[in-house]
């Protein structure tokens, strides 16, 4: 079982995934750039692209439904230019690290336009099984997702 899952956890930090977004009217504040609370949305549909990305036999969306909690424990965002209503971003999104209790995504976010990297994150998140309340193991979560 441990050389099945180090080839999980190395299929997961070697996966690399890219997703396109547009800026909409509401993401932006009175001046037409982000508001800065808006980067968390994007960095979520970055870390969905990623999960559904890397070849699960189903959805994560199907994880939540069927009672995991995908939550974040850490954020440390790092703003380094602006993007305004009807830009597109590209979302680049991988795992830096992984724990036993929780994973570390590294994204960061291109104004598609000029190829400007807009914003970069680390973003620690954790699994909970909500049924039992219980944190789960990082490996074994990827190994029913990867192989369900």
Known sequence: MNDQLTEIQERVL??????RVKIRFNDTDAMGIVHFKNYMVYFDDGFVSFMNSIGGNKPIEQFIY????????????TYENTAKFGD???????????????????????????GK??????????VMDLNTKKLRDILLFFKEFLEE
């Open 66 to 77: 069927e009672g995991f909690g995908l939550g974040l424990k850490h954020v440390d965002i």
């Open 88 to 114: 597109y971003i590209i979302v680049k999104t991988q795992i830096e690290k992984i724990g036993k209790k929780s994973f570390t995504f590294f994204h960061e976010l291109f104004r598609e336009s000029d």
């Open 14 to 19: 070697h996966h690399q995934d890219s997703t």
């Open 117 to 126: 990297r807009v914003a970069l994150v680390k973003a620690t998140r954790f």
